[in-house]
């Protein structure tokens, strides 16, 4: 084609045709101008498609990770209130007038002493946002899944210090002896009891016991009111993310 076009600027030439040439070279030149526009639009265009397809992409992966969330929270919640639900029989038991010692030490263990670690696994958030590209996304978007992906590590936060103090009321239980609260391995051994001076440490170990778990069940509603929080904000994150994916 190049080569077709240089004959017949020679041609023109040749014959002495000025003006015929220079029209020919401006259009020539209009022509060359143009294959660049079109040229140029055509990358765009396919930047354009490469880009939607990426957001596209994040945006089912932010679905996938937002309903993980969800099923995470509800799990966490769930085992919350079955510690809760323990824990609402071990307050009822004192009903029961005049309870012996045994009884109440009894009582006590029924609790559940484990304390749950809160983390989320998702990463999508953070990786559009080390990466760039959260500008990929729609404005509107950027905003609620930035603003979700803070409060969900504030709650992760608040729930791991949180932790710490009822793991410190836990191990202030230990040291004043805690572990004679299992009264079942010490039945027939007086001379052990009297020995650890097991009556006079009872009161001190049933104050720090009713510490740790009043404080642990101040907590744990402390984060199911953040997590109840997190997954409505999530379900209004999915439904607009699903709208965008429709466009």
Partial sequence: MIKFFRKIRQKLLSENKFR???TYAIGEIILVVIGIIIALQINNWNESRKKNILAKN???RLLSDLKADKAYANRYISRVDSS???YDNYR???KKPNLSLVEIIQNLGTNDIITLHLEFKTKT???LINTGDLQLLNPKIIDIITEYNGSKNQTEILARDNNEDVNDLLKNLAHK???LLNIENYPNQPELFKKLDFDDRIPDMIIAFESYVIWKQAVNRTNIKALIKIN???DS???IINLELKK
């Fill in 237 to 239: 994150i999915i439904k």
């Fill in 58 to 60: 994040y945006y089912n």
């Fill in 20 to 22: 015929k040439y220079l």
């Fill in 92 to 94: 009822k038991s004192y």
């Fill in 232 to 234: 409505k904000t999530a």
């Fill in 125 to 127: 958030i953070e990786t």
């Fill in 84 to 86: 809760r639900v323990l």
């Fill in 177 to 179: 002896g805690g572990v």
